[in-house]
T-cell receptor, first 112, second 115 residues
Framework: GDSVTQMEGPVTLSEEAFLTINCTYTATGYPSLFWYVQYPGEGLQLLLKATKADDKGSNKGFEATYRKETTSFHLEKGSVQVSDSAVYFCALSGHTGNQFYFGTGTSLTVIP | GAGVSQTPSNKVTEKGKYVELRCDPISGHTALYWYRQSLGQGPEFLIYFQGTGAADDSGLPNDRFFAVRPEGSVSTLKIQRTERGDSAVYLC?????????????FGEGSRLTVL
């Protein structure tokens, strides 16, 4: 069945460091791919998405490119800030469009 | 507010009791989802409503779990004869349409603890 595997955490970085959180997926057909973020004390919210191969999603300095050949959707940011500290979830929506499958989450802590 | 509202935010109950969790989605959102999130895990799909009907309930773990959305807006997740393993955060999300291209808007969750 459809599934998402993402890099285990926790990840601790210094401010202005480069961030990569790896995500790979298994899916039937052509899924849509998402990164959701959960800041402390808040609900999950969409960070960025890509709906077809080679699309790049971007938001708040974060980027991820939908790579069909490697079945990946890695999250990157060139210079993290303390305010980026949160848990990041990779997710896909399968070919039916009804279900979202989430990874286990990667906790990021950015220290000044 | 205009977001997804879930009540109660915290519920502590004893093993064997009945529990109801409520979700009030964003006005106008036809799709509503329930997820369960255990500690250190990602959200696990339970059930999806399109309007009043449960379009996909394949994620409900057993027949102790049931959900309704009688008027196509507010939804209630019902858990009978609760077990300690049911302890988790139950998340509700809504969307304008089917999720494939739409964005899920999540509530802050209802934390259930079964003693």
């Amino acid at each position: 069945g459809d599934s998402v595997t993402q890099m285990e955490g926790p990840v601790t970085l210094s401010e202005e460091a480069f961030l990569t959180i790896n995500c790979t997926y298994t899916a039937t057909g052509y899924p849509s791919l998402f990164w959701y973020v959960q800041y402390p004390g808040e609900g999950l919210q969409l960070l960025l998405k890509a709906t077809k191969a080679d699309d790049k999603g971007s938001n708040k300095g974060f980027e991820a490119t939908y790579r069909k050949e490697t079945t990946s959707f890695h999250l990157e940011k060139g210079s993290v800030q303390v305010s980026d500290s949160a848990v990041y979830f990779c997710a896909l929506s399968g070919h039916t469009g009804n279900q979202f499958y989430f990874g286990t989450g990667t906790s990021l802590t950015v220290i000044p | 507010g205009a977001g997804v509202s879930q009540t109660p935010s915290n519920k502590v109950t004893e093993k064997g009791k009945y529990v109801e969790l409520r979700c009030d989605p964003i006005s106008g959102h036809t799709a509503l989802y329930w997820y369960r999130q255990s500690l250190g895990q990602g959200p696990e799909f339970l059930i999806y409503f399109q309007g009043t009907g449960a379009a996909d309930d394949s994620g409900l773990p057993n027949d102790r779990f049931f959900a309704v959305r009688p008027e196509g807006s507010v939804s209630t997740l019902k858990i009978q004869r609760t077990e300690r393993g049911d302890s988790a955060v139950y998340l509700c999300a809504s969307s304008l349409g089917t999720g494939g291209y739409g964005e899920l808007f999540f509530g802050e969750g209802s934390r259930l603890t079964v003693l």
